[in-house]
């Protein structure tokens, strides 16, 4: 067969096009890698960067036609410990060297079924050089490490990094129909299930899928032909409420038309990531009416902040509440979170444990039933969005939350409380943001989005009765801007409202708590 033409413009030509595919272990991406290697149909030599060759159930002389490796994870981080300057260095290599032999027509990545695709599609993206550069001129000051190694990563970033050889095409995610539903019913961190992921990974299982999910250009529900169609329908209109750009394809053992996932020219980092349905549903004002296979989603807002308090009674119980603790060194030297010395806390660990037991919410799986059991909060799979605490009036916070898990952490500071000569300089900009302010308080607000099921048969109202409980009533939110109004308003909200969250780090001094931090000992969240 004559080798195929790609499509694109002769600029896009001369870079290598690269299909990325994600997806959990056991989701069908090496079959699909199989079916993409020994099929006829597209004409191309493929290139393939894979976890495991051994995988791979293809004779071997169908495998010299491609150009198949596997690479160790080569991680490159710099002494500065920026994430942005940690980096693939085997990706890096691999790709380059490919791009530059130019033996191949298309390269197809398996990421590892942990990985996060935004984080592969930034080592792609244009808009990332800039960063890439900086980087590769810091990597090449490195004294530490392989330097050989880091000489010859710095000279692709210095040149502008893979996207000036390469330009990723489509970003795939594959889900397995049989387990998809049951891993937003999960406790499971990855550490629960990966024997390979390290200790310190404190991802859990709902959120990647979700990430995988929402960041995708294609979605491959596989192995329709282990469930029933009526669920086959039900994960597509999850699929679809959680990322409504993506083209949905459902496959048994991952048999597709490989032109849905080679050549598409339709990736775009931009657009992949404003493409979750949360955000759409966000700056777009959808509010479906009706339910898709028993899916729907709504945006909650409100232009009072929660009391601290009563929204942590709600979400206690059916959440696995995730938030990051900021310790200044003076608390690192002294004491654990509940004040105890050392010897104190190895003396008291077997009482702590048998607390734990007796405490639902401190425990996972615990929690997980009770959510699941819950009229409110079990139909629900994702809701993300940010909120208004009445103790933290000059920070929003951000809520993210896949299955059992929700991640609670500071946002930045409201616009209302940036000078306007700080605020982006582009007018269009400028009208967006003054939409959100309103009366007195500017854009202070409670504004997030719910996906889940029943929504249209009385799940909404639900959720939105237990949001509203959680507001400030008339009498506290006329203490509550009396007390905004004096010189000691920090003071006075402290003294108003019990607020057992996490210290909320300001974005603008990194290292120090914002005024809106506080530090109640007694939650173990």
Known sequence: MAPARLAGSSNSRDRLPVTLLSGFLGSGKTTLLEHILTSPDHGLRIGVIVNDVGALNIDAALLSTHDVTCKEQQVVSMQNGCICCTLRGDLLEEVARLAQEKEVDYLIIESSGVSEPMQVAETFSEEF?????????????????????????????????????????????????????????????????QPDVPEEDDRNISDLQVDQVEFADVIVVNKCDLVSKNEVKRIEGVVKRLNPDAKVVTTVKSRLNLKDILDTQIFSYEKAALSAGWLKSLNEETRPETEEYGIGTFVYRARRPFHPARLWDVIRSVFVVIQTEYQSEDDMEVDDEFGHSDDQADDESDSEMEADEEQPQLNPTARLASKMADETFGPLL?????????????????????????????????????????????????????????????????????????????????LRKALDSCLLNDEEFDSWEKAMNLPSAQEELDNLFEDGFEDWLDPNHEGHHHEDGHSHAGHNH
């Open 382 to 462: 994702r809701s993300k969005g940010f909120l208004w605490l009445a103790t933290r009036p000059n920070m929003f916070g951000e809520w993210s939350q896949a299955g059992v898990m929700l991640t609670i952490s500071g946002g930045d500071l409201w616009r209302c409380e940036i000078p306007v000569d700080e605020w982006p300089k582009s007018s269009a900009v400028r009208k967006a943001i003054t939409r959100d302010f309103e009366g007195k308080w500017g854009d202070r607000r409670q504004e997030l989005v719910f996906i889940g099921q029943h929504m249209r048969s009385g799940g909404e109202t639900r």
């Open 129 to 193: 050089a800039d960063m890439h550069v900086s980087a590769g001129y810091d990597l090449e000051a490195e004294t530490g490490g392989d330097r050989e190694t880091n000489r010859r990563l710095a000279e692709i970033l210095k040149s502008g990094g893979l996207s000036k050889v390469s330009r990723l095409d489509t970003c795939v995610t594959l889900v397995d129909a049989v387990n998809f539903m049951q891993d937003f019913a999960t406790a499971d961190f990855l550490v629960d299930r």
